[in-house]
């Protein structure tokens, strides 16, 4: 080694003196290093940093006096010039391991128990909020198993429920502002639910009828709410990925003091747009905030068989996107994560990524069995025993803040509304033919009106074809 460094230096110097070049080595300025990440620096609180606190140095040419720059110690660090930023060197080849030898860890506040674990660093929620809180996610669940009987009675022809996953679901949305524009995947009704919609319009939408503000053109469960800057669910996987990072650029622009919030499963990060829109976020520093929902799951498909990296956290951070990995069950813990989240997009303008783990109680769908890929027992254990609604009620009653008598009003109130909203939605007319060729063009082309003209024909001749009410 110490002949190579002789070698190099003699080399330097005959260059310096011959060619004159400019600097492409460059010596370090130790006076202002660059932060540096340590494996896990562990906090009951982790956020996962980009290797740099803001973009690289502009990889723009500066006047440089040499080529190189000849330090007068021999152990300074360097660093080579590339027009893809500057970089230390080493003489030693040495590959990147596949992964860290250690997860990075999960924060949380609540242990199974519904006690707060000791030190733990969280946003303290008041009584109002908390009870608020609780009260959303049980109706969230008295929802979900009302809408799913009724699609299994013929009543509506498809429903997705969100059992196991009530806490990412509300402790996200009480966390955000109402100016936070939120662009669901599927398994976000909470969200919607506590921003105001009611048990009638999430009928109406499942009833396809008249009231429902997508004309009857969506598949049940594909909510939308102007009001409630819900942008309306697509049953594409991950489409609403690089839309997010559209809508958060946008906000950026305008200046306003909101961010933009998506939501997506663990299989949607196999999806391109997953990865198109994490990394346009990251480049034009829009406010974005991921959350995915890593539940193990993505329908039949395990997370085994989706990725080999330590989850969905290390992605993050591989896009140069602030990152941390949450206890999805634990809905103080996805309330302080998702509101600093939050205040990180807004304040610093950056996006942030949010892996919540969970699981999947329910089927993923009513299309689906998910007992032909999952024993019985685990998601009997998961229902019962890691039950996110059971473990925020125990906190909330320790308070003294909620009682049975509390729970069996609310449940019994709540199911005789869902009850009621059904009724009602099921009366209402469906949305006539003329609506499924609307709003696709401002001035209708020759072939839609076509098409319109033969399916109106072939309903008159054909009625008993169509459910009652349909009407052109």
């Known amino acids: 080694m110490a002949m190579w460094f002789a070698r190099s230096r003699n080399l330097v110097s005959s260059l310096r003196q011959n060619l004159g070049l400019s600097a492409i080595l460059i010596k370090r300025n130790h006076s202002s290093p660059r932060p540096v990440f340590t494996n896990y620096e562990l906090s009951s609180k982790v956020f996962l940093d980009p290797s740099t606190s803001f973009r690289h140095e502009s990889t723009a040419v500066e006047s440089q006096p040499d080529l190189v720059q000849q330090s007068d110690h021999e152990d300074d660090a360097q660093e080579l010039d590339f027009p893809g930023g500057k970089v230390g060197y080493t003489s030693e080849m040495k590959f990147i391991p596949e992964s860290s030898s250690r997860r990075i860890p999960c924060y949380r506040v609540l242990n199974e128990h519904g006690k707060i674990i000791s030190d733990s660093d969280f946003i303290p929620v008041s009584e109002k909020l908390a009870v608020r809180m609780y009260e959303q996610m049980a109706t969230l669940q008295v929802m979900d198993h009302i809408f799913y009987e009724a699609q299994r009675q013929g009543r509506i022809s498809f429903y997705l429920t969100s059992v196991g996953e009530e806490a990412i679901n509300i402790a996200s949305a009480a966390a955000l502002s109402p100016e936070d524009v939120v662009l669901p ?21 499942c009833f396809g009828n008249k009231a429902d503000y997508g004309k009857g053109r969506q598949m049940p469960i594909h909510y939308g709410s102007n009001q409630h800057n819900y942008f309306t669910v697509s049953s594409p996987i991950a489409t609403q990925l690089p839309q997010a990072a ?4 946008a906000l950026k622009m305008e200046k306003k003091n909101a961010c933009a919030v998506t939501f997506i499963g663990d299989g949607g990060t196999s999806e ?14 829009a406010p974005v905030v991921f959350i995915c929902r890593n539940n193990g799951w993505a329908i039949s498909t395990h997370i085994s068989e989706q990725f080999r990296s330590d989850g969905i956290v290390v992605k993050g951070q591989a896009y140069g996107i602030r ?16 509101r600093s989240a939050r205040e990180m997009a807004v304040t610093e303008q950056r996006p942030v990524l949010i892996e919540a783990m969970t699981y999947r109680v329910g089927h993923h769908s009513t299309s689906d069995d998910s007992t032909k890929y999952r024993e019985a027992d685990e998601i009997q254990y998961w229902k019962m025993s890691r039950n996110p609604v059971n473990r925020f009620k125990k906190w909330v009653q320790d308070n003294g803040w909620w009682s049975e008598e509390d729970e069996s009003k609310l449940r019994s109130s709540t ?9 009602a939605a099921e009366k209402w007319e469906k949305q006539p033919l003329t609506e499924l060729f609307n709003d ?33």
């Open 323 to 338: 990152s941390i990995r949450v206890d999805g069950n634990d809905a103080l813990a996805v309330y302080s994560a998702v």
């Open 246 to 249: 559209g809508v958060g650029y």
């Open 185 to 205: 995947q599927y398994r976000e009704p909470g969200v919607l639910l506590w921003r105001g919609f009611t048990l009638e319009e999430f009928a109406n939408q």
């Open 272 to 285: 391109g747009d997953f990865h198109a829109g994490l990394n346009f976020a990251a480049v034009m520093e």
């Open 440 to 472: 696709v063009y401002d001035v209708k082309t020759k072939n839609l009106e076509e098409q319109e003209v033969g399916l109106k024909a072939l309903v008159e001749k054909q009625p008993q074809d169509y459910p009652t009410g349909f009407h052109i």
């Open 415 to 423: 199911r005789k509304q869902l009850l009621q909203a059904i009724q």
